[in-house]
Structures are given as C-alpha cells and as structure tokens.
C-alpha cells in the first residue's frame, strides 16, 4: 500500500496565500512597465517606419500644392542679376524635389543609421518651397 501520510478520506486543500495591497500594487506596476517596455520595442522595430510617414505626407503635400500654384515654366537658379540660369518644366520642378526625399528615405531604409538619411531628406522639404518663393517672388 502506498501511504502518503494522509488519513483516508482527507482532501488535499491548499491554502491561498494572502495577498498584500503592497504586494498587488508591486504586480500592476511590473504589468504596467512590462506593457511600456512592449511598446518601446514596437516603436523601436518600426523606427524607419515612424520616422519616414510624416517626412511622406509633407513631401506629398507640398508636391501637391506647387503643381497648383507654380506657373507651366519654372525658373532655377536664380542669378544676381534677378534672372534665371535655366526654365524647366512644372512637373519637372515638382517631382525633382520629391524624387530627392524618396531616395534619402530609401537610403534611411536601406542603411543601418536611420537618423542621418532622414534629417537629410527632413532638409530637403524646403527644396519645394525655396523653388515656389523663387518663382512668385523672384526679385
């Protein structure tokens, strides 16, 4: 016969063990760091991603309004003289600039160093609107 100890007919209960309030705030703190630590990973993961979206939409949105407002012929590079060197296109003047800042993101995401490629193509917004005060306001 196999005698564990116990009388016959007892059950084996076990006791919860008291839980303290210090004990409980401990638990929903450790649950609460692990949830922002989750967090942080995801962003950290999708970092290029995060970074690149707003960098898109302004390029975009700036592409958008000077193919509005630009006049068919856009003048570059302006002289002293308050003439320009060479007339291109519209469209030419509106996708230069955005095919600039899609080819520092590609570069952000192709490259180990996000930081660098993105502040470069963060610069490059200003292309689109350096080319739009230029051709509305030349002198």
Request: glycine residues 6%; charged residues 15%.
């Amino acid at each position: 016969m196999n005698n564990s100890g116990m009388a016959a007919g007892a059950e084996n209960v076990t006791a919860k063990p008291v839980t303290s309030k210090k004990d409980q705030l401990r638990k929903a703190l450790a649950n609460t760091n692990s949830l922002i630590d989750f967090i942080g990973l995801v962003l950290f993961r999708l970092r290029k991603l995060v970074l690149a979206v707003p960098v898109v939409y302004m390029a975009m949105k700036l592409a958008r309004y000077n193919l509005e407002h630009l006049p068919e012929e856009v003048g570059i590079n302006l002289q002293s003289s308050g003439e320009f060197a060479q007339m291109v296109a519209r469209d030419a003047a509106v996708m230069g600039p955005l095919g600039l800042t899609a080819a520092c993101l590609l570069l952000m995401f192709c490259s180990r160093k996000a930081m660098y490629p993105w502040a470069i193509s963060v610069f490059t917004l200003v292309l689109p609107i350096l080319i739009l005060v230029t051709n509305l306001y030349p002198a």
